[in-house]
């Protein structure tokens, strides 16, 4: 099997001459850059506007956008921020902000957003048995318009969120179920919200499918999730309520 290798891009949209090789002015030429195989970190110096859906079409290919907790990147309306196709891995790290309609696991491939100080869009795992999508490390996540921060869709795929913070859209849960998971979801440590607070809870499933999760040292402004879901921790041990909880 071909070793991955490591480089580093540097991409703002303010660069007038480019460096070939480790210089970009466009995000997705940037991208379409990489090889197939290849482990790559692109280092942002500047905020992105209208930003296309980021299209990764080469193979097993693991890329870092850093925003260096300066730069944002803000996508198109209409489309998703990226759609994750089996084996690739893609890891938005200490971004400013990232705004979306949403982003697409759809194949056995791994997403991170670690350190997000500001995300507005909604994650739809749709596909993957081996799929991986983890929000940790202070990442602040909120659901894109009326929809949940998170949708599971596929039986599979796992869900790991540690010390961050995730809001549902308006009227809607954080993680919202709509197929059998079992153990599948670990949370810890973070803060987990329904938008519309009391009587809301920030997990919730189709009435259809059993989903049991683990979680523990939660706050939430009800209840994590009713009798419906099982925590497999201990009936949630350590984890907080309260109506006021709002960050």
Request: hydrophobic content about 35%.
């Amino acid at each position: 099997m071909a070793q991955l290798s490591e480089k580093i891009f540097f991409c703002s949209p303010e660069f007038h001459e480019v460096q070939p090789q480790h210089e970009y002015n466009d995000l997705e030429r940037c991208i379409d850059a990489i090889p197939a195989w290849d482990k790559v970190t692109i280092k942002l110096l500047g905020d992105f506007a209208d930003q296309g859906t980021l299209q990764l079409t080469e193979d097993n290919i693991q890329l870092t956008i850093d925003g260096g907790n300066q730069f944002a990147i803000d996508f198109k309306t209409g489309g998703p921020i990226v759609q994750m196709d089996a084996s690739k891995t893609l890891k938005f790290v200490d971004m400013k902000r990232i705004r979306g309609d949403a982003i697409t696991i759809r194949g056995d491939s791994n997403f991170y957003l670690n350190n997000v100080l500001n995300c507005v869009t909604t994650i739809d795992i749709v596909e993957g048995k081996y799929a991986n999508v983890y929000i940790i490390n202070n990442t602040h996540m909120w659901g894109f318009e009326r929809n949940p921060a998170i949708g599971i869709y596929n039986a599979d795929s796992k869900l790991h969120i540690r010390n961050s913070f995730i809001m549902g859209g308006e009227r809607c849960p954080a993680l919202y179920f709509n197929t059998d998971s079992d153990g599948k979801v670990k949370i810890k440590n973070s803060v987990i919200l329904h938008c519309e607070g009391a009587g809301n809870y920030p997990v919730e499933r189709n009435n259809d499918v059993f989903v049991g999760i683990h979680a523990y040292n939660c706050a939430g402004n009800e209840m994590l999730c009713s009798n419906r879901i099982v925590n497999y921790i201990n009936t949630g041990i350590g984890n907080v309520v309260n109506q006021e909880i709002n960050f």
